[in-house]
């Protein structure tokens, strides 16, 4: 097979590090081979207090390895994608091997370019319904990768999820490690290479919509600004639990923000209910016969909000035989 063009990875790993992470801790470190780029969950970087056993460090790894493949695939490799190849070593998220080449799709063109314009919209939303032909979209976004995305209103379990977003939220105020946790990554400054920047962040809500955004993520510095009172919500789901799934949900979950992206939504996300035991059995609960939950997403049409920053890629970075792109 022919090797990449060393700008290839190159590009594709930039396109890997823009992936969404919890707090924007970015835990994933690269192995770059031959023909292979292996991502690694990091785990000095897994949130010790709301994320003990790396779930949402292994939703952030399948979304960055999604980057990876939509990158190549855009460029004209076929890729070989392996989730948790190897038993021996569960820090091993996702391979991505090169296997020959294909003819990209508009589609997987329009993905990739998406990846570079995606980001957490944390403001308020606008006033106009998310049309069916986009609903339609997002649910295929996620099946095209093994998940499944329930948009709530037409279930009849916005109520009670809304509800478990705020006593979440309640109960992690309450805890002052988690508010410790936090603090430490957020409130940031723009320039800083990791954690979430205040730039990032929404103003304060006027009044109490349904559901509450992170109350650490306001940015106390704007005047207050009413938000739209019942968001859509979709939670992303897959048949099974686990690491695998997890790691599959982040694919899947990344599928789901771009093709969002590329159809002019602002997307965020509500993850306070998994962040507590609780919470977290509860929304499992609500949501059995179905699959399980991974993530809560608030979907809309809003303006744009600022790009943060990531760590540089040849930070995250290892090249191993004879790569020297
Ligand atoms: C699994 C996961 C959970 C997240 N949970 C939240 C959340 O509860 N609230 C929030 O505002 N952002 C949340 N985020 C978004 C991250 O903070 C965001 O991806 C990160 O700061 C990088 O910013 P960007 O998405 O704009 O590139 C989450 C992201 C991931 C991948």
Not at 44 to 71: H, K, M, S, Y
Not at 130 to 138: C, N
Not at 256 to 275: I, K, N, Y
């Amino acid at each position: 097979m022919s090797r990449p063009l060393p700008s290839v990875f190159d590009q594709a790993l930039a396109s890997a590090v823009r992936a969404p992470s919890p707090h924007n801790t970015q835990p994933w470190r690269f192995a770059v081979r031959p023909d292979t780029v292996e991502v690694w969950l990091d785990r000095e970087r897994v949130l010790a207090v709301a994320d003990p056993a790396g779930r949402e460090a292994r939703l952030a790894c399948g979304a960055a390895a999604f980057n990876l493949q939509i990158c190549l695939r855009a460029n004209g490799f076929a890729t070989l994608v392996r989730m948790l190849p190897d038993p021996a070593e569960p820090a091993l998220a996702v391979t991505v091997r090169l296997d020959g080449n294909q003819k990209s799709t508009a589609a997987e063109r329009r993905l990739a370019e998406a990846v570079f314009r995606r980001h957490t919209n944390r403001r308020p939303l606008l006033d106009k319904a998310v049309p069916p032909a986009a609903r339609v979209a997002l649910k295929a976004a996620a099946l095209d990768e093994g998940g499944q995305l329930e948009f709530l209103d037409a279930s009849g379990r916005y109520t009670p999820v809304a509800s478990l977003v705020r006593q979440a939220e309640a109960l992690q105020a309450e805890d002052p490690e988690f508010r410790r946790e936090t603090a430490f990554w957020t409130q940031r400054d723009a320039s800083s290479p990791d954690g979430v920047p205040k730039t990032a962040s929404g103003p304060p809500p006027r009044g109490h919509g349904v559901v509450s955004l992170r109350a650490s993520h306001e940015n106390r510095d704007l005047p207050e600004r009413e938000y739209e009172r019942e968001p859509l919500l979709g939670v992303l789901l897959t048949r099974d639990h686990g690491p695998y799934a997890e790691v599959r949900a982040g694919m899947a979950m990344q599928r789901v923000l771009l093709t969002a992206t590329a159809e002019g939504l602002a997307t965020s996300f509500l993850s306070q209910p998994f962040e507590t035991p609780r919470t977290r059995e509860a929304l499992a609960a609500l949501f059995a016969g179905l699959g399980q939950p991974h993530t809560l997403l608030r979907i809309g049409y809003g303006y744009p909000a600022r790009l943060t920053a990531r760590r540089p890629v040849e930070d995250v970075l290892t090249r191993h035989g004879d790569v020297n792109a």
